[in-house]
């Protein structure tokens, strides 16, 4: 009944942010080569460069990590994070891994190989890389729905499930997995609905096929799935995600975005051969099978974060107030992907700076607007972190020029979300006067972070 979104919780530590000036704002983005990746994030004033392992823990978490078991191997604290995943996913066999990445490349890297095709809504960048380096091959299949983006179609994230069948019957004997991916980060933040799951499920099942859920986002996927997908009504958000664990092999997870913690990880499985091969690559390269990459304290803060993340009061304030940045901006004519995700608030450079063409990249022009005029650092998610090369060196583009704002959980205020609004005020008056930018220096994958721009 109130329009004021008021945040369900206290601060009780604070950490100062200097203020930069916009000239200062200028030096500092052309020493960092035009990259906010690379800026010192003492001279960011609204960090949103992205959501993963930048939440605040609450005091609950920080009472965990004071006990945490550091032993080696059957640590206390490994037990209650096991317990708390197989719970959660109903998986028997849990691997924990330093962060998601790492997770992925376990898995990914033993199933993958020349030759090998792995499906998905949209992999993210990290995915894509470890499939990738294996010698494997990414493809994506998104909904045809989600290319409308002013439609007011709740579930965007959705796999195509045409497309699904057709790749598997031209292709079966070399996909090594369907990857769901819940929220769809790269595909806008937008939610999968339990229907599309337990569809891309049944095809699977009927194929043969192994079925992970990359569920770093799965308690705000189910937020949308109650509110919006009818039959869910009456089911709580923890109950919601069960349902949709239940229908996969597997399931990834970085812990730093939905278990609220600062590093962190697993992988989980139904299947014991699997588990048992992916453990001797675990024990190899993270550590023994009882902490991973892990200390007993981080594993005792993402025990206690993997139930805090479905709180009713904090799921609604962190959707509604996501929501609000992105119908404020969307209001003040910027194009955004609509409706707005769950953790993140996509701006299409491509719209915005439609003077721009894409192999002048004006997501990466659209970042760097966004440093100078009001120290807000985000993240392109365009050509520069999907675009491919041909044969003859000739940029291939992504299919959308977007730029992520990704709000870390529980830091900021309705205050500084206002000011945000602002700025993109500011950044609209501008657009037609923005220039493109070209890469100077890139490496050959992952090329967005530590990659150097120079503006044209």
């Not at 031209?170 to 980060?185: G, H, Y």
């Not at 992916?278 to 190899?284: R, V």
């Not at 953790?343 to 063409?357: E, N, Q, R, T």
Request: aromatic share 10%.
């Amino acid at each position: 009944m109130y329009k004021t979104i008021i945040e369900p919780f206290k601060i009780k530590s604070v950490e100062p942010i200097y203020m930069t000036t916009e000239a200062e704002r200028e030096e500092r983005i052309k020493a960092a080569h035009y990259n906010p990746f690379l800026l010192h994030s003492r001279d960011v004033i609204i960090d949103m460069l992205t959501d993963s392992g930048t939440s605040a823990m609450s005091a609950q978490q920080w009472a965990g990590i004071m006990v945490g078991d550091e032993s080696y191997a059957g640590a206390s604290s490994w037990e209650r994070l096991e317990y708390e995943i197989q719970d959660l996913t109903g998986f028997p066999y849990v691997l924990p891994t330093h962060q998601g990445r790492a997770a992925e490349r376990i898995l990914y890297g033993y199933l993958g190989g020349e030759g090998k095709l792995f499906i998905s809504n949209t992999h993210f960048d990290t995915t894509r890389a470890n499939i990738e380096f294996s010698g494997a091959n990414a493809i994506d299949i998104p909904t045809p729905l989600a290319k409308d983006h002013d439609s007011e179609y709740h579930f965007k994230g959705n796999m195509d499930l045409a497309a699904l069948e057709q790749t598997i019957a031209s292709t079966k004997d070399q996909i090594a997995a369907v990857i769901l991916t819940v929220t769809n980060n790269s595909g806008g933040g937008q939610p999968v609905s339990m229907s599309n799951a337990k569809e891309v499920a049944a095809i699977c099942k009927k194929h043969n096929l192994l079925f992970i859920i990359d569920c770093c986002r799965i308690a705000e996927n189910a937020y949308f799935i109650k509110h919006f997908e009818k039959g869910y009504e009456n089911h709580t958000y923890r109950e919601i995600a069960q349902q949709m664990f239940a229908l996969a092999d597997g399931c990834v997870m970085s812990a730093k975005k939905d278990a609220l913690v600062n590093m962190g990880g697993f992988l989980a499985l139904k299947d014991n051969a699997l588990a048992e091969a992916c453990t001797n690559l675990l024990i190899i390269t993270e550590g023994f099978a009882t902490y991973g990459g892990l200390s007993g304290r981080d594993m005792e803060a993402i025990a206690i974060g993997l139930r805090e993340i479905f709180d009713k009061d904090y799921l609604h304030y962190r959707i509604t107030s996501t929501r609000y940045l992105g119908e404020k901006i969307r209001n003040n004519g910027i194009p955004v992907l609509y409706p707005i995700g769950g953790h993140a608030v996509y701006v299409d450079a491509g719209l915005l700076y439609s003077h721009i063409p894409a192999h002048e990249y004006p997501g990466q022009a659209l970042v760097c607007e966004l440093y100078k005029k009001g120290g807000i650092r985000a993240v392109e998610i365009g050509s520069v972190m999907f675009g491919k090369y041909d044969d003859n060196h000739q940029l291939v583009p992504a299919s959308m020029e977007l730029v992520r704002l990704a709000i870390p959980r529980r830091v900021y205020t309705q205050s500084h979300i206002d000011y945000v609004v602002e700025v993109f005020d500011e950044i609209a008056k501008n657009a037609k006067n923005v220039k493109g930018i070209k890469i100077i220096k890139e490496p050959k994958f992952l090329r967005h972070f530590t990659a150097y721009f120079d503006l044209l």
